[in-house]
């Protein structure tokens, strides 16, 4: 990804706002977006109050290593999927010292890596939240036709926009995308 959108730096500004309203602490677990829903909520002054920290676990190694994902889990769903999705979000907030909210992303960006089943431009994103000792999970896919930076931009909105919805509704997997 290569500059931060007025649109992505937007949404980065509303989520801190209602996400210090509400007492909530942020961590993301990133894959195709390398790092880009981080940098895009520390683009955001003051932020240090609501995000605590973004893991980028790119090969399904560190997936496995970093988040707990269960290797059989990718094998058997592959690694992009809204299930290893959901399990990244859940691993991130089970190594987070205090954060309620998670989001996490893996796909295809491209130019290569795609398979017929899942086309580059395939996105999973998966959201997870704290409720005292339970962690509550919902995904779902995206696709984005384009370059790897359309591709990568827009993941970042969208999973910016989806942890929004999910402080104000609760179920960012029903909103529509735009993007």
């Known amino acids: 990804m290569s500059a931060i959108t007025s649109k992505i730096l937007l949404a980065a500004q509303q989520l801190g706002i209602i ?27 003051g932020s ?9 676990t790119y090969a399904a190694s560190a997936k496995v290593a970093r988040l707990d994902v269960r290797p059989s889990l990718i094998e058997t769903e592959g690694v992009v999927s809204e299930a290893v999705a959901q399990a990244m979000a859940r691993g991130a907030l089970a190594r987070s010292a205090s ?9 295809f960006a491209g130019p290569g890596g795609g398979t017929a089943q899942t086309p580059v431009g395939t996105v999973c994103i998966g959201w997870a939240e704290r409720f005292n000792e339970h962690i509550v999970t919902c995904s779902r896919s995206i696709f984005v036709p384009g370059s790897r930076a359309t591709v990568r931009e827009a993941t970042v909105l969208v999973a910016l926009e989806g942890l929004i919805e999910l402080m104000r509704f609760g179920n960012p997997a029903l909103m529509p995308c735009e993007y």
């Open 48 to 56: 240090s109050a609501w995000f605590e920290e973004g893991f980028v």
């Open 99 to 107: 954060a309620t909210l998670a989001v996490a992303v893996t796909g």
């Open 19 to 45: 996400a210090k309203d509400r007492h909530h602490i942020v961590v993301t677990a990133e894959s195709c977006t390398g790092g880009g829903i981080a940098a895009a909520l520390t683009e955001v002054a």
